[in-house]
Nanobody
Framework: QVQLVESGGGSVQSGGSLILSCAVF????????MAWFRQAPGKEREGVAT???????SYADSVKGRFTISEDKAKNTLYLRMNSLKPEDTAMYYC???????????????WGQGTQVTVSS
């Protein structure tokens, strides 16, 4: 079993930065893909960024050049560095993990509880 615990959310002004963390607990050795998703009120959940076990990363077009996904395997922690934040980045941010490679439409096996990010103009 794997547990994901996000932290680092908060309120920031437009143009500001935040770093989200996702601590991963449990048997993590078979996890092949870690990801960040977000969901704003009244909107569908959307993928923000993924990182595969080989280090390959991918980003949604809306965050490319502003967000960076990374992981510290020694600390079992996933990060999302968010720069140049915009009001439209306001959402609940979730980390997720699955046992298969990031590409494809397979469902994620584990989800965190979420951390709120609010960007004011």
């Amino acid at each position: 079993q794997v547990q994901l615990v996000e932290s680092g959310g908060g309120s920031v002004q437009s143009g500001g930065s935040l770093i989200l963390s996702c601590a991963v607990f449990g048997y993590t050795y078979s996890l092949d893909c870690m990801a960040w998703f977000r969901q704003a009120p009244g909107k569908e959940r959307e993928g923000v960024a993924t990182i595969a076990s080989d280090g390959a990363t991918s980003y949604a077009d809306s965050v490319k050049g502003r967000f960076t996904i990374s992981e510290d395997k020694a600390k079992n922690t996933l990060y999302l560095r968010m720069n140049s934040l915009k009001p439209e980045d306001t959402a609940m941010y979730y980390c997720a993990a699955k046992y298969v490679y990031c590409s494809g439409s397979s469902l994620y096996n584990y989800w965190g509880q979420g951390t709120q990010v609010t960007v004011s103009s």
